[in-house]
């Protein structure tokens, strides 16, 4: 543990300072890759310093916000590592939101300027438009739109990494309310150096970058620690299926990170097409984001011949709590034992004392990676960080005998019929096994007192099942009180543009149903 204290003793002030190291160090090293054109990163550290000229004359100042909205593009870690060279926040957004989230956002953070990565996201072009951004006009950069100049308190600068923001990432959890996540230098940091050392990422690999950079996974884990270990980021706007096949065939692809959904989409393409997959120079591939079923890992590890492992985080942790080693893969869904320095506790929610060894219990989190708290919401930060600095988390978990962890659902969607707690990763893990299951998506219905289980299912292409049938197979391996009274089979399962299902849809929807039975 000793070496990995030193480790983050020695981590630099800001995330842009590893960049512009190897910028001196090795500047005809490729850093960034999109579509064919490739930056070194002499270029790309030529581009954050440019960067940085232009929001000192746009009116940028120190603790100002600077909003992004965004699909992944080479623009995107330009922004960002150019902002913490002139200590301005920058609060990264998904272009792919509505105008009414996108607006909500704007309005919370109160940021300087807005800028625009048009060119690769059509929503982007639309945002901007509407806002009346104009085309920041430089030969030297990727194209990119910025927004006028808006009224905004800059907050205060602090020299200490650990107490200054080097991002705000918006998430509406559970609430439905988006939350401005403050997240540190260090602790970014913390992730990019202490994640990407037990991934053994080198200047030797490429990642591909489709996880969006305006979620936490994408920005600290995939672009921040490739750049980090001084490897080449491959930033590509959208996920599609066969693009990822093309790239790992011929673009000297070594690293693939993705949500369960997006292997999922991937073996089913490949079974769609009938084509042997090529992925040569392919070392690592990891999940994360939601649960992640057996069927599919087994499926995936068949299709690769590589290990899937696994992790486990989320937005107020920047994002990594654990991940599975790379000396050490699993064989079955366990998210790994937590990171180096990185300590847990297993909690009775009702009580909230420590739960015996191996008891179910929702799990704290006390890290270096903790977030700063919500922006502007010293009462919700309050809520889920105590006095002494443990994060409460929400999701229920247990430590298992070999040090791993195993995440058994969210607190908020326990499911409790007739007295007993139903977990919907369970139920959701049954109906994934059937052949015919490409993706589950289990919540509860209330009514009468009590709640009805209810499964949302999405079929593999040309394959077929009755609900009947799935019930049957459910049946065989469920207690009576976990079995869902409705299947229902859906094209396609709600999704964010990270992959995580929307399961707040899924309610409404159940709702529908079950209003409907006869």
């Known amino acids: 543990m000793d070496r990995f204290a030193r480790m983050i003793a020695a981590l630099p002030a800001r995330i842009s300072h590893p960049v512009l190291d190897w910028a001196e160090r090795t500047p005809d090293a490729p850093a960034l890759h999109e579509d064919g054109t490739e930056w070194s990163y002499g270029r790309l550290g030529a581009a954050i310093r440019r ?27 330009i922004l960002v590592l150019a902002a913490s060279e002139v200590d301005a926040w920058p609060v990264i957004v998904n272009a792919r939101l509505s105008e009414r989230e996108i607006d909500t956002i704007r309005a919370h953070c109160r940021p300087r300027r807005v800028f625009y990565t048009g060119t690769v996201s059509r929503d982007a072009a639309a945002h901007a438009a509407r806002h009346g951004a104009t085309a920041l006009d430089d030969p030297e950069l990727p194209p990119l739109a910025v927004g006028p100049l808006l009224d905004a308190e800059p907050e205060p600068v602090h020299a200490d990494p650990a107490k200054q923001v080097g991002a705000v990432i918006y998430t509406s959890g559970t609430t439905g309310h988006p939350k401005g996540v403050m997240l540190s230098h260090r602790g970014l940091l913390f992730v990019a150096c202490i994640s990407g050392h037990m ?15 305006s979620h936490v996974f994408g920005l600290a884990s995939t672009c921040l620690g490739t750049l980090y270990a001084g490897g080449c980021l491959h ?23 993705g949500v369960p959904v997006m292997y999922a989409k991937l073996i089913e393409h490949a079974k769609i097409t009938g084509e042997t997959p090529a992925a040569p120079h392919l070392r690592y591939l990891s999940s994360g984001g939601s649960v992640l079923d057996l069927a599919l890992k087994q499926a995936v590890e068949a299709t690769f011949g590589l290990p899937l492992h696994n992790g486990y985080g989320l937005t107020e942790c920047s994002p990594t709590i654990t991940q599975t080693r790379l000396d050490a893969p699993r064989a079955d869904t366990s998210i790994g034992p937590p990171l180096p320095l990185i300590e847990v506790r297993f909690v009775d929610h009702t009580t909230g004392a420590d739960v015996p060894a191996g008891d179910p219990g929702e799990l704290w989190v006390r890290a270096p990676n903790l977030m700063l708290g919500y922006y502007r919401e010293p009462g919700l930060t309050a809520e889920v960080i105590t006095p002494d600095g443990w994060l409460k988390t929400g999701d229920l ?6 040090g791993c962890l195993s995440v058994i659902g969210r607190l908020r969607e326990i499911i409790i019929h007739s007295g007993f707690n139903v977990y919907p990763e369970e ?65 396609a399962l709600p999704a964010s543009s990270t992959g995580k299902l929307k399961k707040n849809d899924l309610r409404t929807v159940a709702g529908q149903v079950m209003a409907a039975r006869p």
């Open 427 to 491: 139920v959701e893990g049954v109906l994934c096994s059937h052949p015919a299951v490409t993706l589950a998506a289990v919540v509860g219905h209330a009514e009468g007192g009590n709640e009805s289980v209810v499964a949302f299912v999405q079929l593999a292409p040309g394959r077929t099942a009755t609900e009947e049938e799935l019930k049957a197979f459910a049946a065989e391996r469920l207690a009576p009180y976990k079995r869902p009274v409705r299947i229902v089979a859906v094209p």
């Open 51 to 77: 960067m940085q000229q232009h929001f000192q004359a746009l009116g940028v100042r120190g603790g100002d916000r600077v909003m992004i909205v965004c699909e992944n593009t080479m623009a995107v870690p």
């Open 235 to 257: 930033t590509v706007a959208r996920f599609d299926p066969k693009a990822v096949w093309d790239a790992l065939a011929h673009d000297g692809v070594t690293v693939f990170q």
């Open 199 to 213: 991934r053994g990422l080198e200047r030797r690999d490429r990642t591909y970058g489709v996880l969006p950079i």
């Open 397 to 402: 978990a247990r430590l298992e005998p070999d």
